[in-house]
């Protein structure tokens, strides 16, 4: 039996067999060309066919692994990666040849960038130059991993090709050697409800194609040879959550969500595609309370143009039915950088201008996407929100871009509360916004001081510090009747923490889709004078154990 680490990818557990996914080597001829000029030209030409088939394969799926499939056709058809790979062609280098070698330096810089999203990027750009290399030394196409029984599949790395068409009741875990949580493969794992690690290294020297493997999605390792006792506690551990699911789905009751004594909280979800959006539906989301609108601007060569934004709203409306959207304006910038903006060195990109900051750099963006809401606004209740707000002239602004745009009167204006700095004058916002959503997975990191994302800093992202109950109950406090106060950020998807938010006045929280049952069947079982008396009492808790427990003992079933 042993145990390998890595980066806890998404939640679940498992056990069976190991499926190890290598995909063929092929080979190319070691002669130089004899018509240079020819061989550019067929370089060129593999690379534009590798885009259209990419687009074609974006155009027959749909979610997250569209567009996965459409930023990799962006990366086939980037002139400056044929550009890098001609000259040595025209030196008579076989042109399979230099663009995995022109591939290899473009995902060594990117990785060299330490920035996250740019590092993720990488393994794209040597895939995409794989399957351009395998087109023009004639080799057949990477085949993708198809098991026929149930397996965990492991392998160096999977591309979207390879998970496209994954059977998820087949595949009962992922666990891969490189990537990382904002990788595809742990996007498309999340998507399709499979645990999985990733990032484990040394995982494929000695993991056994066909031997027993177990693994902890939401804790991060897999055990190889899995001794009886720990494929038991695996076994049951993914029984217990998929029954605790189903109990919770239950408890959740139907139509509008409500405390036991009827006061009214409005359960939504947050989202970032068409088919999050479905996910969420079906987990009983009443409304969208965060589009993350930036997946459709990175892995881009030019922005959304307005009616590409406003065909997604409009089919997004379509779903919904009525229910209230709430777009968040672009938050783009520290780790979500796009190739169509000029880069920005920053010596502290989280503290730099990312969210509304870089919308005041470009604000032709901001109004194209404006627009787009405001064109699609008589189709059901929309809202729209700006992140990384820091000061109220900072919200004026933005409420004078919304009205520039032409939106319409019944279009509430909101902004997220992520900065300390907002959350200590929100009583400002007062005249300028309808409502603020609080965004504590930013909020707690700037209160903190520790990078959101640093695994060794995770205790101080506890959503039950002090610091954070009392930031919420202040914001709370400034809005009384002034606007409305929303939750966005993780900490609404603890039962208990959206437990003591509803009792300091926060009357919106929005989730992931698959906690949406967990937190209706909370507010069913309280009544607001219980959440309010746990709400006073959490303030006064010095450390965030003692307010846990707090909150825990409003809930019928502990989480
Ligand atoms: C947040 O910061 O809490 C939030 C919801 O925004 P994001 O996670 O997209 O930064
Ligand atoms: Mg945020």
Not at 29 to 40: L, N
Not at 258 to 267: C, L, P, Y
Not at 425 to 439: K, N, P
Request: charged share 25%; hydrophobic share 45%; glycine share 8%.
């Amino acid at each position: 039996m042993k145990r390998l680490s890595g980066v806890a990818a998404s939640p679940g557990t498992g056990v069976a067999l190991a499926y190890v996914y290598t995909p063929d080597l092929f080979e190319i001829r070691s002669e130089g060309v004899a018509d240079p000029d020819k061989a550019v030209a067929e370089l060129a030409d593999a690379l534009a066919a590798l885009a259209a088939d990419l687009d074609e394969a974006a155009a027959s799926t749909s979610g997250a692994a569209a567009e996965i499939l459409r930023a990799q056709a962006a990366i086939a058809r980037d002139p400056a990666l044929r550009a890098a790979a001609a000259p040595a062609v025209r030196s008579g280098e076989q042109p399979a040849r230099a663009v995995l070698a022109a591939g290899e330096r473009f995902a060594t810089e990117l990785e060299r960038t330490g920035n996250d999203y740019l590092t993720a990027r990488a393994p794209d750009v040597r895939h995409i130059c794989d399957l351009a290399a395998r087109g023009l030394a004639g080799a057949p196409p990477r085949l993708p991993p198809r098991p026929i029984e149930p397996c965990v599949l492991v392998a160096e790395d999977l591309m979207p090709a390879d998970t496209a068409g994954l059977d998820a009741s087949l595949v009962l875990g992922i666990a891969t050697e490189s990537g990382s949580r904002t990788s595809h493969t742990s996007v498309v794992a999340r998507g399709l409800g499979i645990p999985a690690v990733v990032g484990i290294r040394g995982l494929l020297d000695v993991v056994r194609n066909g031997g027993a493997i177990g693994i902890d999605g939401g804790a991060g390792f897999i055990v190889i040879d899995p001794d009886a006792a720990t494929q038991r506690q695996l076994s049951s551990a993914g029984t217990e959550l998929r029954a605790r699911r189903e109990r919770m789905r239950t408890a959740a009751g139907t139509g509008p969500a409500a405390t036991a004594d009827g006061q009214r909280i409005e359960v939504a979800a947050n989202v970032r595609s068409v088919k999050e959006l479905r996910s969420a539906l079906a987990e009983g989301a009443e409304a969208v309370g965060l589009l993350r609108t930036e997946l459709f601007y990175i892995d881009r060569d030019r922005p959304p143009s307005l009616d590409e934004q406003i065909a997604l709203l409009r089919e997004m409306h379509g779903m919904l039915g009525g229910r209230r959207l709430i777009v968040r304006t672009f938050d783009i910038g520290a780790d979500k950088q796009v190739p169509f903006l000029p880069a920005r060195p920053e010596r502290n990109p989280e503290l730099g201008v990312r969210g509304i900051r870089l919308a005041e750099l470009h604000p032709e963006l901001l109004d194209t996407q404006l627009r787009a809401v405001a064109a699609t606004a008589a189709l059901g209740p929309t809202a729209v929100m700006a992140p990384m707000v820091t000061t109220a002239d900072e919200a004026r602004w933005f409420r004078s871009r919304v009205v520039a745009s032409g939106m319409p009167d019944v279009v509430e204006v909101g902004v997220m509360v992520e900065v300390p700095a907002l959350a200590l004058t929100a009583e400002e916002l007062a005249g300028c916004v309808d409502f603020v959503s609080i965004g504590t997975n930013d909020l707690t990191q700037y209160l903190m001081a520790a990078d959101r994302r640093e695994a060794d800093l995770g205790g101080f992202q506890d959503p039950f510090v002090p610091a954070l109950l009392r930031a919420v109950a202040m914001v709370c406090r400034a809005g009384a009747r002034r606007f409305w106060i929303g939750v966005c950020g993780e900490a609404a998807a603890d039962p208990a923490w959206a437990l003591l938010a509803v009792g300091l006045g926060v009357t919106e929280l929005s989730m992931q889709a698959d906690t949406i049952p967990a937190v209706r069947a909370a507010l069913r079982g309280v009544t607001l004078d219980a959440c309010r008396d746990a709400a006073m009492l959490a303030l006064k808790a010095t450390d965030p154990d003692q307010a846990r427990g707090i909150a825990r003992a409003l809930l019928k079933e502990s989480p």
